[in-house]
């Protein structure tokens, strides 16, 4: 029983569903972070549920490691073939299977992007909210338990799955949850595998919670003189009880990276970027209330967009802020890290970030969805320089033992991956230990996404 016996017999079953070829294989060996390149011994194209289960079960009887694939934008290495492997690829399972719109849920399969179904969506006075930036797969999402920009008031992909099925490591098809808005029956399947990343199943179903498209929408920027002001404005917004529906931080070097990419005029000074949504009433009494709120902490030319395209343009920027700041030092990589604090340590959790960022050798940019406490500093490296990923690592390193020590965590959304594991024995001890114990419960020889989250 070997990978090479297991490919043997996938090829038999799946034909023209698997690939060996040299392209395919660098694709899906790729990470959009700093991680090496680590490509699988093949990749397999499953059409259904059906498909998947076959070939998990070939998997396992070959002790064959297997890879779920969204669109490979996970920044944590989630989704690299350590071990070798086949990558089981889910972008041919993207079909939107059901709207049931009087319940505000539909289901759907995993290699369903976001953006494509909230395109379908459109018509029907629906939308799905959670909006990572990248326009990644829904399985994908749910399996990274995925937040971005809106969970400030819609939550992340743990607040709106409700349902999953799943391949187990050993083939069995099992559904979790329901549609119903509650239960109490038994233990949260669902939970269990919303942020597994792979390592405990394969999902091949969601069943997905839905929201109305508010009455109105109106999106906001203001200038901070520096980034303590602006974190500040936050938190009073978030105590004041204020409905934003995002609130994002740009510091000044990635508002002038921005402005280079994006070709903005913005001053290079900390912004933040807003969102509110409701009734028109609602919605302007909200703007006014974060106008007064940010006049009272410094902030400047303080502005609204209502219309459609000057919001886009808004949000495009904020989503291409990485890309922004990735061109902005050509032929650089980035070390993204991604830690999580209560609100009330924000300020001081970016403070001592930038300040040990400035004592460093290289620049990082920060950015992030502070309304939950949610930041990034983009790390930037010369890949052919040691010195360079040292400094990065370590100040990667020292924000996520900051992040702990001020009660907070390692990832508020980027997952665990490889990156995150040297952090996970410090944020839940014991706990940990239990994670090791499911996964071997329901993966006993260890194939289902091998060297992820919990211990090897």
């Not at 919670?209 to 203001?222: D, E, F, H, S, T």
Request: glycine share 10%; aromatic share 4%.
């Amino acid at each position: 029983m070997t990978i090479q016996t297991a490919i043997d017999a996938l090829a038999t079953l799946l034909g023209d569903g698997l690939t060996r070829s040299k392209s395919d294989l660098d694709l899906h060996g790729r990470s959009e972070s700093h991680f090496l390149d680590c490509p699988p011994d093949a990749v397999a194209y499953p059409v259904d549920t059906a498909q998947v289960a076959a070939i998990v079960q070939n998997c396992a009887d070959h002790a064959c490691p297997l890879i779920a694939w969204g669109t490979g934008t996970s920044l944590e290495g989630h989704s690299l073939a350590v071990n070798g492997g086949v990558v089981v690829d889910l972008s041919r399972m993207n079909r939107l299977l059901a709207v049931n719109a009087a319940d505000m849920d539909c289901v759907v399969e995993p290699g369903l992007t976001r953006v494509a179904l909230n395109t379908a969506l459109r018509h029907t006075g629906l939308f799905f909210p959670v909006d990572p930036g990248a326009d990644a797969s829904l399985g994908g999402m749910a399996s990274t338990r995925a937040s971005g920009t809106t969970a400030v008031r819609y939550g992340t992909m743990r607040d709106n799955v409700m349902a999953l099925e799943v391949v187990l490591a050993d083939g069995r098809i099992i559904r979790t949850g329901s549609r119903a808005r509650k239960s109490s029956a038994g233990y949260d399947l669902t939970g269990l595998f919303v942020g597994a990343e792979g390592t405990l199943g394969i999902i091949t179903e969601l069943t997905l919670r839905l929201r109305g498209q508010p009455m109105a929408v109106a999106a906001a920027i203001c200038a901070f003189p520096d980034v303590e002001s602006a974190v500040a404005a936050v938190t009073a917004t978030i105590q004041m009880g204020v409905a934003v529906a995002r609130i994002e931080l740009l510091d000044t070097a990635s508002v002038a990276a921005v402005n280079a990419h994006s070709g903005m005029s913005f001053a290079v000074q900390p912004h933040l970027l807003l969102e509110f949504h409701g009734s028109d009433a609602g919605v302007e009494e909200d703007a006014a209330t974060f106008g007064e709120i940010a006049a009272d902490h410094g902030g400047t030319g303080f502005a609204r967009a209502t219309q459609t395209e000057d919001r886009n343009r808004l949000w495009k920027m904020r989503h291409d802020a990485y890309y922004a700041i990735l061109a902005s030092k050509p032929g650089h990589r980035a070390i993204v890290t991604d830690v999580c604090v209560p609100v009330s340590r924000l300020a001081e959790a970016v403070a001592e970030t930038q300040d040990d960022i400035a004592a460093s050798s290289i620049t990082g940019p920060i950015l992030g969805h502070v309304g939950d406490g949610n930041f990034h500093a983009i790390l930037l490296i010369d890949p052919a320089s040691a010195a360079d990923r040292t400094a990065a690592e370590g100040l990667s390193h020292r924000m996520a033992l900051r992040a702990l020590r001020l009660g907070g965590t390692c990832t508020g959304e980027h997952g665990v991956g490889m990156g995150k594991l040297g952090y996970m024995a410090q944020e839940h001890g014991t706990a940990w230990d239990v994670m090791g114990s499911l996964k071997a419960a329901l993966d006993p020889a260890g194939i289902m996404n091998p060297g992820k989250v919990v211990r090897g």
